[in-house]
């Protein structure tokens, strides 16, 4: 039976433990072990990398990356992720002492309670498909360049983006700067990204998914989650026999291979796709006793919205398996919180979302943009950057047609400690002066408590949104608020879980899930500055103008000082731009809209009141054909047929084609007749 990466990331713990050469007891032993650990990167998990000796690729990457400034980072980030694991430790020293006096009842009693209250919502009911193409970037580049096929090589050239199934039997993977990969594999071949492509391919995947369920819900570039109960039901098949034909249907259309899980949530499902990649699938049962044993034995870093910092911060409480998270449970509110607690039990039962639709229609909980630069000191710097953040964020606030209640800062330090502040305006603010306005005296504030203060990167964030969309106003004309600050609902059989507009139940999932992404995304992105920085470095070096520390020899500044390869003005990765979620969503977002106004600019056509003459669905146009039509009938005759004239006119309009193929409830797009009615009586 072949052995999957289950175990990769306890394996390479272990065997970076055995070959610490410092008794295992030393602070500065576990500091080594950690930092060892620590280098093996964000995706040590990655499928594809069976019989590879993590042992030796973590010796490759130590002796190759030591000394330079990405493992200066990672020294630095690992002592201050220590720090704050010894603060958790000391808490929960006292809790177990609180314990062993006979305290505690009452959290034992309150997650026993919690655990009974999720339980009687389990649902069981649905088939959850995610599906995740194998070596996404890697398999389209093959289909252009097939001799690369059966050779090791990675695409990204500062750092990996993704590396063929070959390449990662050497142990490389994405996230791993290319000087690395070159040192693990070093007739590994880079090829440069063309994100283009990917996007085209990504197309083709969806249009096979489409068929399968026709509210599907990307979430990244390459993977997706469906609902295939109704289809099964529909063609009387089995879950597996649907998601065998899919991934063969994907593979004849779009050449390339994908893996899938099925299993009773999301959460679950997407854990099973990663069991038999690539090119496999794996269903977990939908009962109880099946998920719960799956998860018993599960790695916490198999979740998704477990990262790596709080993987260790979990393992050093003694949780290294979804299971062992049971034994905890009355420790972990006071130690990571409620959410935090709320969370961790869900993954403990294997429970999870079962409500699949659009990306474009999940409720968005805040609008943000953030970037990252060289360290930033002064403070007229720190302002014109806020300035530019601001902007973007209108940007951003613009095209989703948000305003922010609260207005959050992040900031960065150098240190890597990140801050933030927030305040909430007196008014609803998406224009940049406002919230550059509104933002400013935060900042200020940071510049005098923490002087001399350095910062590696600057975010602004509204959340509390309110919609600025036409539609989304309220009886009285004002914007409504979204709808997960206000609902708070009774489930249906009388459990008190939360749940949204819709009636489905509300998990913590997300914020997990977004905190460990941010995580992942922050790390692609000081790799790929580092390493660009280390390259240019070398260049210096090889031509004269910087001596083997990287400090100038003489007066002319080498080329990279004068016109640095990498933007420090924060331009976001492309990983970040392309490659996530929460980036693809906006991609599909833009795509959905522009359909919209192509399916109405050929389609939609609104019939005229009077003439009963289909007109072109422009608000302007209409009600100009409408005074023409006036002009020629006199008053009483209007009064006479306008009514049900204008009723049939509505009802005959053509559905929007675009979104009904993506089966949105007609109620939805209601917004557009009100105002056509609107406009012609005004
Ligand atoms: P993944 O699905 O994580 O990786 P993959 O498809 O290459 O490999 P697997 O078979 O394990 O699924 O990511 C999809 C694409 O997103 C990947 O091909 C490249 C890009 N990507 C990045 O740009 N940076 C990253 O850190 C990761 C993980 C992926
Ligand atoms: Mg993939």
Redesign the pocket.
């Known amino acids: 039976m072949p052995r999957h990466n289950d175990d990769l990331a306890t394996e390479a713990e272990v065997a970076v433990a055995e070959d610490n050469p410092l008794p295992p007891t030393a602070p500065a032993a576990s500091q080594y072990h950690t930092l060892k650990y620590s280098l093996l990167g ?2 040590l998990t ?3 990398q069976d019989g590879v000796d993590q042992k030796k690729v973590s010796e490759i990457i130590y002796n190759a990356s030591k000394g330079s400034k990405y493992f200066n980072n990672e020294e630095h980030k690992d002592k201050n992720l220590t720090v704050k694991i010894n603060r958790i430790l000391a808490k929960k020293r006292e809790l177990q002492r609180i314990e062993a006096q006979g305290g505690l009842k009452q959290e034992r009693k309150k997650a026993d309670d919690y655990i009974a209250e999720l339980e009687y919502s389990r649902d069981l009911s649905q088939a959850i498909v995610h599906i ?7 398999a389209v580049e093959e289909l252009d360049r097939p001799e690369l096929k059966d050779v090791p090589f990675a ?2 050239v500062g750092v990996l ?2 590396c063929n199934y070959e390449a990662r039997k050497f142990g490389c993977r ?2 791993m700067a290319g000087f690395v990969a070159d040192k693990l594999c070093p007739e590994l071949i880079h090829i440069p990204l063309n994100f283009e492509k990917y996007t085209a391919k990504a197309k083709e995947v969806r249009a096979v998914l489409e068929q399968y369920d026709p509210r599907f819900e990307s979430a ?4 997706a989650y469906l609902n295939i109960t109704q289809y099964c039901q529909d063609h009387n098949m089995e879950p597996e026999d649907v998601v065998e034909q899919m991934r063969a249907e994907v593979h004849l259309e779009a050449k390339i291979t994908i893996s899938a899980g099925i299993a009773a949530n999301a959460k679950l499902a997407k854990i099973c796709s990663n069991k038999n ?2 090119n496999g699938q794996y269903k977990l049962p939908s009962d109880r006793a099946s998920i719960i044993g799956f998860m018993r034995h599960l790695p916490t870093r198999k979740v998704n919205g477990i990262g790596r910092v709080f993987e260790r911060e979990l393992d050093a409480i003694g949780i290294k398996t979804c299971g062992d998270i049971y034994d905890q449970r009355h420790y972990l509110n006071a130690l990571f919180g409620e959410k935090a607690f709320q969370f961790l039990m869900s993954v403990h039962l294997g429970l999870g979302r079962t409500d699949v639709r659009p990306v474009e229609e999940h409720e968005r909980k805040s609008v943000g943009t953030e970037s990252t630069f060289h360290d930033m000191e002064n403070p007229e710097d720190l302002r014109a950057k806020l300035r530019w953040t601001a902007e973007e964020l209108e940007k951003d606030m613009k095209r989703t047609e948000f305003k922010g209640r609260t207005l959050v800062l992040k900031i960065k330090l150098h240190t890597y400690e990140v801050l933030n502040r927030q305040i909430q305006p007196p008014k609803a603010v998406y224009t940049a002066d406002d919230l550059f306005h509104y933002a400013w005296p935060m900042l200020q504030k940071y510049i005098k408590e923490l002087p001399g203060m350095k910062l590696r990167l600057m975010g602004l964030r509204c959340t509390h949104l309110v919609s600025m969309k036409k539609g989304d106003v309220d009886f009285f004309g004002r914007a409504r608020q979204l709808t997960s600050e206000l609902s708070k609902g009774g489930y249906p059989d009388g459990a008190k879980v939360d749940v949204d507009e819709e009636g489905w139940q509300k998990w913590p999932d997300e914020e997990f899930e977004y905190a460990a992404r941010m995580e ?1 995304e922050e790390e ?1 992105e000081e790799l790929e500055r580092l390493s660009q920085q280390q390259e240019q470095q070398k260049q210096d070096y090889e031509h004269g103008y910087v001596d083997e520390e990287g400090d100038e020899n003489g007066d002319q500044p080498p080329p990279s000082a004068q016109k640095p390869k990498y933007d420090p003005d924060g331009a976001p990765s492309d ?1 970040r731009r392309y ?1 996530n979620g929460f980036a693809w969503r906006s991609i599909l977002e833009e795509e959905a809209a522009q359909a919209a106004q192509e399916a109405k600019v050929l389609i939609e056509q609104w019939n005229c009141p009077i003439c009963s003459m289909p007109q072109p669905a422009e608000e302007r146009q209409f009600n100009e054909h409408i005074d023409g039509c006036l002009s020629r009938q006199t008053i009483k005759e209007i009064v006479r047929t306008t009514d049900d004239e204008t009723a049939e006119a509505r009802s005959t309009q053509p559905a929007n084609t675009a979104k009904r193929k993506r089966g949105r409830p007609p109620a939805v797009n209601t917004g557009g007749a009100e105002r056509r009615k609107k406009a012609f009586f005004a």
């Open positions: 964000p995706s990655k499928s594809g995740d193409c194998d070596a996404f970037y890697a695409v990204g983006t993704t994405s996230g990244s570039i390459d993977e990649k690539p992942k692609m990983y490659g």
